[in-house]
């Protein structure tokens, strides 16, 4: 017990790991604020019209499609169209129709309706005899949210790897990892000793992301609490093997960031390339790509199933933990006294 109280003061002194450790959780109230931002009002059209030029069915038609702005002169309103912040039309009237006027800095979609709009005017006595259906407008930020939020979620629970690998490297440069040598303690202790650092942390940090974010009913929440236990204990058993083998920080430094960017990688372009067959097999091999699907299936469904999932998660479980264990006794037989 007194071991696991100092590793963990270790820890917390170590300002690499803190900063590992806040940084999901920061990520996650950031996303979860941009989630409440409304971004409709972006895509909204905006007419820009002078007074007394348009009469007022003209500006109640134009009203149908968007904000109608007045100005009193021509210079107000092309300052206002060059304005690099909106998107607005000017409108003109042309004899019984109308002409529209643009910065030419617009995206397609509003440049577009410019070059459109005198035709819809000139047609709109017979587009008005036409039934016109509004469909609810499709939320921008719900899929790519949901994406960021798992890719959050996933780096806080394989933060554990990064606690392991520091402290365990930090203990090397230090000279600790020698007087362990000669400690009274079994492998096994140790190595369950080093886990349990990580894996506390891994799952401290996954917990409080996922609260920043989730709103999950009971049975949701228990399914991605054990997803967090089988993703931290993994990741604390790939910070085994980098602290294992990392000579120096810097060398460590440089496995932890090949390993985070596989296990973001990898499930994320599986993800957006639809990928099916022998590949997704081959992607199941990075453990990430088993989280990472079964929190996406927790977001995005009433009824997830990540039997699957959970199931992959606990084979790398039990092959990382007896590889590593394979792996300390060969090189501990085979270390000279």
């Not at 990520?27 to 905006?46: C, H, K, M, R, T």
């Not at 000017?90 to 979609?109: F, N, R």
């Not at 070059?115 to 509004?134: F, K, N, W």
Request: glycine share 8%; charged share 15%; proline share 3%.
């Amino acid at each position: 017990m007194r071991g696991l109280i100092y590793q963990l003061k270790s820890i917390w002194k170590d300002k690499f790991c803190m900063t590992s450790f806040l940084l999901p959780i920061i990520v996650a109230l950031a996303l979860n604020f941009i989630g409440g931002i409304d971004l409709s009002p972006v895509s909204e059209f905006q007419f820009g019209v002078l007074e007394n030029d348009l009469s007022a069915q003209t500006i109640s038609w134009l009203e149908r499609y968007g904000s109608v702005a007045m100005y009193e002169s021509q210079e107000e309103l092309i300052t206002a169209i060059n304005e690099p912040s909106t998107y607005m039309i000017g409108v003109k009237a042309d004899g019984s129709s109308i002409q529209t006027m643009v910065s030419g800095d617009e995206l397609d979609l509003f440049r577009q309706t410019a070059d459109t709009l005198p035709a819809l005017y000139r047609g709109r006595e017979s587009t008005g005899q036409i039934t016109v259906t509004v469909l609810e407008r499709p939320d921008l930020m719900a899929g790519l949210q949901n994406i960021f939020i798992a890719m959050t979620l996933m780096v806080a629970m394989f933060m554990g790897c990064t606690f392991n690998a520091v402290n365990m490297i930090s203990e090397k440069e230090n000279g600790v990892d020698l007087v362990n040598q000669i400690l009274p303690m079994t492998q096994s202790g140790y190595v369950m000793q080093k886990i349990f650092v990580g894996f506390i942390g891994g799952c401290l940090s996954a917990v409080l992301t996922a609260c920043c974010y989730f709103r999950l009913s009971v049975w949701n929440a228990l399914l991605m609490l054990a997803l967090m236990i089988l993703s931290a204990f993994t990741a604390a058993l790939t910070g085994l093997f980098i602290g294992k083998f990392s000579e120096s920080l810097m060398i460590g430094v440089v496995y932890i960031k090949i390993i985070m960017i596989i296990f973001m990688a990898v499930p994320l372009v599986s993800y957006l390339l639809g990928a099916d067959g022998l590949i997704s097999v081959f992607c199941y091999f990075v453990p990430s790509s088993a989280s990472f699907e079964g929190i996406m299936n927790l977001a995005g469904s009433d009824r997830p199933m990540i039997a699957k999932d959970m199931f992959i998660l606990m084979a790398h479980c039990i092959i990382w933990f007896l590889l590593y264990l394979s792996v300390s006794k060969w090189q501990k037989k085979h270390t000279p006294c």
